[in-house]
């Protein structure tokens, strides 16, 4: 009596390779959203650090900031914060000072909530709070930490 030798793989040892990749994957993938996040957070970074100098333009142009929220000189980095996907928010009730932020994606140096806010002061700061919270006419157009 011959014995039949098989000509494969059994199913078993296509599953075990099947799932080693998919935690290898899986992992590549994990490290992959983070730099993407970074680069992302970077770039809302960046273009809320362009509305600082925009604001001191806005100002010698026009003597005070009212009108600056809506004026290019945020709606322009606002609209590219937005293509990075952040929420920009800006705040210029009092004529003459104005406060921008806007939510950051979670990575391990932003936790979960965070924002980051710019203002006529030169004041900018990542911190854990709302964007309602940091920016809003009660304090007067400049960032607050809570």
Do not use: H
Not at 26 to 51: E, H, R
């Amino acid at each position: 009596m011959t014995i039949k030798k098989s000509k494969g793989f059994t199913i078993i040892e296509l599953l075990v390779v099947v799932a080693i990749i998919a935690v290898l994957a899986a992992i590549v993938l994990v490290n992959v959203t983070a730099y993407i996040n970074q680069g992302k957070n970077a770039a809302i970074k960046g273009n809320l650090a362009t509305t600082l100098t925009n604001g001191a333009v806005f100002y010698d142009t026009n003597s005070d900031y009212d009108g600056f929220c809506a004026s290019s000189n945020f709606t322009g980095p606002s609209a590219a914060i937005t293509a990075a996907g952040g929420t920009a928010v800006c705040d210029d009730t009092p004529d003459t000072a104005w406060c921008a932020c806007s939510t950051l994606k979670t990575t391990t140096a932003e936790p979960v909530g965070s924002t980051f806010c710019v203002d006529s002061t030169g004041y900018k700061k990542v911190t854990v709070a709302t964007c309602a919270d940091r920016c809003d006419t009660a304090d007067l157009g400049v960032c607050t930490d809570s």
